[in-house]
């Protein structure tokens, strides 16, 4: 094979020219001579010629007359392939794979120290000129980057140089080629671009950039250790804050809110504190406003919000509510993020937001941590970080404001099939109150904290034992004189009554009037607002004229809400019920205030319920009408807001059998009442009044599906039922529904069809299988199924409960211990 390819000098330029034979070529002059003779053909047969071209040429003794002195060894990575030129041997770099970078500047070897005192330095590099016997000199050869810039090979070899092997490790040496005048010819110039220079021996390693550097100098240097996180702010922090908490979010637009000339004393009194508390003879971080339902605390603290606000003191707020808005609120999950989301929108506070900014990036799963690492991460530790760098707080806000304490609602981890109690209200609101006297008790928080609460005994407990020393307690009592600011208040209602209704009269309604309905709010803001949305919905004159006819409550009564519980009952009785359900819209509002389930993440829109409740498009509007001074209805096309209800003291009146008398609703009436209506579902596929396109059914199916006693599979959900439905039961299409529960139900509705066809972007609301549970458990036992019925039934539904051809085993199977207690069930009832 080598013979076909003429001389060997041309077949061993060939084979350097070659990237793989060249690498392959490096590695075996690296070897012992025995290792390299034993490798396999071809490099054998190679490996014997290129060892006896060696020897012919090293029994000549000539040495490099052009060299007489030996260039240092230069490294280059032995995985690329040299470049040639023409005329040009190409240069060989071997790098033994034991060798490293350091030892390339010296040789420790004594054999080849000693073939250095018979011939001089022993190169590692074959590169000669063969033009006309000159050679470039090593300082005036170009970098070595040169020879590897791409250019082009030519088409014809030189005769390959004189090689010069090491006794200890076979190295390719340069020696110019032999020529008859090669003696005679002096040196001339030579611009060879390919020959390289000779490298500078590598540095040290070094941890500065100016190893060994002299004769320079380095002015007005600025080294930055700057902040690069992956995500902004907002992004880290909005998907944990409660937006509808903040006292001027959209959610509150029509909040209650102080009179400009009412409540004028205690709200003084409490920007007094905000403001110069620090100066009072036993400084209190905390503030604690109490007293009964409906007397206007969220009223207070809703204005005093906005007055500071205003005046710059503001730091943060939180709102609660349970009975309005988003689950969001009630709960106490984003209560840390949002109050450390709001110091950091303050302006005063931007050295905070940079190190919240950092904490939340370096430490992105806090927010699965309890409250108390929360607040450690979120707020002590950025302030604590503020304060070693600067130590004044001028122009820092002073206040966050806290309403609605008794308002949390336990936060639960849905699971059926797991037992377990209930996490209780109170506990989180007292967990609450341990974080922010915790915080009011750390040197590095700066703010002083307000909170609004009824006077609930864990609460009151709480702040009168543990936090006694901190907190300064005000009740709403008659040293406010609620009296005064509730005439104030009435006066200015009704002059605008007046201007809006055409009233010509200046002095209307008189001051008998007034004076009526201010002892009938017995110092509670609740009734003289909620006279004025009633007065408001009608003719004014005729409206406040039912009012004033009320019956005066007894004053022997042990009812302290005896005028609010007759304005209330006054108001529900004019509602539009069916005669054959007088207690109608009280079961709406019932179902609208705790049919839904707090493992939701929010409160299901306005047109829900109005498909949900409606036996006849329109019929909510109808029988709501007339006490939407009590709640809130938005019109049909307004597709995403909420029912309102305008004061918990309504819920907690249809709640309390005492106060509402024959209103009353028992419980098992309830959930009968909402088991009907589930039952009208799940008969016609939807709600009863059809729905125009498959995203309508989806949507309403994402709030159908968590409906409290579906989630929760209550066991008297479909078992309370009329006789007559349980005899309709056998209409509902139970393969669909097992389909549809199975699914992921997405937005655009495709998951209902048979097609599958998207007509929209998607949203994915994930599958339902407890729907499925209890479609098994509850329809079969309301039914008093035979078991063998119910084996064959499950049978149908397994085989029918399909999508595009693919059977849902993994979920249907986990039925199977369901399908197989039926009879257990049964035995039992």
């Not at 993440?601 to 001074?629: D, K, M, Q």
């Not at 419980?667 to 009044?689: D, M, Q, W, Y």
Request: hydrophobic content about 35%; glycine content about 6%; proline content about 9%.
């Amino acid at each position: 094979m080598l013979a076909d390819h003429g001389p060997l000098s041309s077949v061993v330029a060939s084979l350097f020219l070659h990237p793989h034979i060249w690498l392959s070529f490096t590695r075996l002059q690296a070897l012992p001579s025995s290792v390299a003779l034993n490798m396999p053909s071809p490099f054998r047969r190679l490996g014997r010629k290129i060892k006896s071209f060696f020897r012919r040429r090293s029994r000549d003794g000539r040495r490099n007359a052009d060299h007489p002195e030996a260039i240092d060894r230069v490294a280059t990575p032995s995985s690329a392939p040299p470049s040639t030129a023409a005329g040009l041997f190409p240069l060989v770099v071997v790098v033994p794979p034991t060798q490293s970078m350091g030892d390339l500047t010296e040789n420790n070897n004594p054999m080849e120290q000693q073939d250095a005192g018979r011939h001089g330095p022993s190169p590692s590099v074959a590169h000669p000129s063969l033009h006309s016997g000159s050679h470039q000199g090593p300082s005036e050869r170009p970098s070595f980057g040169a020879a590897t810039s791409g250019i082009p090979s030519q088409s014809s070899y030189a005769p390959a140089p004189d090689v010069l092997p090491s006794e200890s490790c076979p190295e390719l040496v340069p020696n110019p080629i032999a020529t008859p005048n090669a003696a005679q010819l002096p040196p001339t110039p030579h611009t060879d671009m390919l020959s390289p220079s000779p490298v500078p021996t590598p540095l040290a390693p070094s941890n500065s950039f100016f190893s060994k550097a002299r004769d320079f100098t380095v002015s007005n240097l600025n080294v930055h250790n700057s902040f690069a996180p992956s995500k902004t702010l907002f992004e880290y922090l909005n998907p944990h804050i409660a937006h509808g908490a903040a006292h001027d979010s959209d959610e509150r637009w029509n909040a209650p809110s102080c009179h400009e000339e009412t409540r004028v004393a205690i709200r003084e009194d409490i920007v007094s504190w905000i403001k110069h508390g620090e100066g009072d003879i036993e400084p209190k971080r905390m503030m604690w406003l109490s007293g009964p339902a409906g007397c206007g605390k969220s009223a207070i603290a809703g204005s005093v919000a906005e007055t500071c606000k205003e005046g710059g003191l503001l730091a943060a707020t939180f709102f609660f509510s349970s009975f309005s808005g988003p689950a969001e609120r009630s709960s106490k999950r984003g209560f840390i993020p949002t109050l450390a989301y709001h110091m950091s929108q303050n302006k005063a506070l931007s050295h905070f937001r940079s190190h919240l900014h950092e904490a939340v990036d370096l430490q992105p799963e806090i927010f699965r941590k309890n409250l108390k690492e929360q607040a450690k991460s979120l707020i002590l530790e950025p302030f604590r970080k503020v304060l070693d760098h600067q130590e004044s707080r001028v122009g820092w806000p002073k206040v966050i404001i806290i309403d609605g304490l008794d308002e949390i609602v336990a936060a639960q981890h849905h699971d059926p099939t797991e037992q377990q109690s209930p996490a209780a209200s109170e506990d989180d609101q007292v967990e609450i109150l341990h974080i922010l006297l915790t915080l009011s008790k750390d040197p590095s928080f700066p703010f002083r904290i307000f909170i609004a609460s009824r006077p609930e005994r864990n609460i009151s407990g709480f702040l009168s034992t543990n936090a006694s020393g901190t907190t300064v307690n005000l009740f709403l009592d008659a040293k406010y004189k609620p009296d005064a600011d509730i005439r104030r208040f009435l006066e200015s209602k009704f002059a605008h009554i007046r201007r809006d209704a055409g009233i010509s009269s200046p002095s209307w309604p008189g001051q008998p009037a007034l004076d009526r309905l201010v002892e009938m709010s017995s110092g509670q803001f609740i009734v003289p607002t909620t006279v004025i949305r009633w007065v408001e919905a009608g003719i004014p004159q005729l409206q406040l004229d039912e009012v004033l006819q009320l019956a005066q409550p007894n004053p022997a009564t042990k009812n302290p809400f005896a005028t609010l519980d007759a304005l209330y009952r006054h108001i529900l009785q004019r509602a539009h019920n069916p005669n054959d359900d007088p207690h109608l819209v009280v079961k709406w509002i019932e179902c609208i205030t705790s049919a839904t389930s707090p493992y939701r993440s929010g409160s299901p829109p306005a047109n829900f319920w109005r498909r949900f409740l409606e036996n006849v498009e329109g019929e909510l509007n109808y029988r709501l009408g007339p006490i939407t001074s009590l709640i809130s209805v938005p019109p049909p096309s307004d597709t995403s807001s909420l029912m309102t209800i305008y004061h918990k003291s309504l819920t907690d009146f249809l709640s309390s059998s005492r106060r509402c008398g024959d209103l009353y609703v028992e419980r098992a009436a309830h959930t009968s009442f909402i088991s009907e209506r589930i039952f009208v579902v799940l008969k016609n596929k939807g709600p009863i009044v059809p729905l125009p396109s498959l995203p309508d059914l989806a949507r309403f199916l994402h709030s159908f599906f968590c409906l409290d006693l579906l989630i929760g599979e209550s066991a008297e959900v479909l078992t309370s039922l009329s006789s007559h439905s349980k005899a309709e039961l056998t209409s509902c299409d139970v393969a669909w529904w097992t389909r549809a529960s199975l699914s992921n139900l997405l937005s655009d509705g495709s998951s209902l069809s048979q097609d599958g066809c998207h007509t929209e972007p998607l949203e994915d609301w994930g599958c339902h299988s407890w729907l499925v549970r209890l479609i098994y458990h509850r329809i079969h036992r309301a039914m008093e199924a035979k078991v063998q019925h119910d084996r064959h039934r499950a049978q149908s539904v397994m085989q029918h409960a399909c999508i595009g051809g693919q059977v849902f085993w993994p979920r249907l199977r986990s039925l199977g211990g369901v399908c197989m207690s039926w009879k257990r069930w049964d035995l039992m009832d």
